[in-house]
């Protein structure tokens, strides 16, 4: 019996690769919306802090708060227009991690075939072999009658 060997093997050993990779910059992209997400939530409530929970007794801070307030609404403008790139980024590495998927699965599936495929011809080999050794002891057998 002779060892199974894929011959495609080296080019699912680089899908596994490329997926593992895939799967990093896919974690790394999801990290990096959830931080921007944090982000502008923790500029919303400084907004919301600022907005709801002062009482100016002066001219001076009620134009300070105000400005702080328009420095925080461009903060968050930012914040939301970069976490829209991040989301698109994450979208664009979530189609390449399914594509690299898709690719070792379907390689996979062609090893688990010419396994299969291998198993049978060991076993016809086998059967073969078998068949040979009961027609020789049949002829022997015959030959000892005569």
Aim: hydrophobic share 40%.
């Amino acid at each position: 019996m002779k060892k199974f060997q894929f011959s495609l093997q080296k080019v699912l050993d680089v899908a596994c690769a490329k997926e593992r990779l895939a799967l990093e910059d896919f974690a790394k992209a999801q990290d990096l919306v959830a931080n921007q997400k944090a982000l502008i939530k923790g500029f919303k409530a400084d907004y919301d802090k600022t907005r709801f929970d002062f009482f100016p007794i002066d001219l001076l801070l009620e134009k300070n708060r105000q400005s702080y307030l328009q420095v925080l609404q461009v903060q968050i403008k930012k914040a939301t227009k970069k976490l829209n790139e991040l989301q698109s980024d994450l979208h664009s590495k979530r189609v390449i991690l399914v594509e690299t998927m898709k690719n070792r699965k379907l390689l996979e599936k062609l090893k688990e075939k010419a396994l299969d495929r291998h198993k049978k011809a060991e076993e016809h080999e086998e059967q073969l072999f078998l068949d040979e050794i009961g027609v020789i002891g049949f002829a022997r057998k015959e030959g000892e009658e005569k």
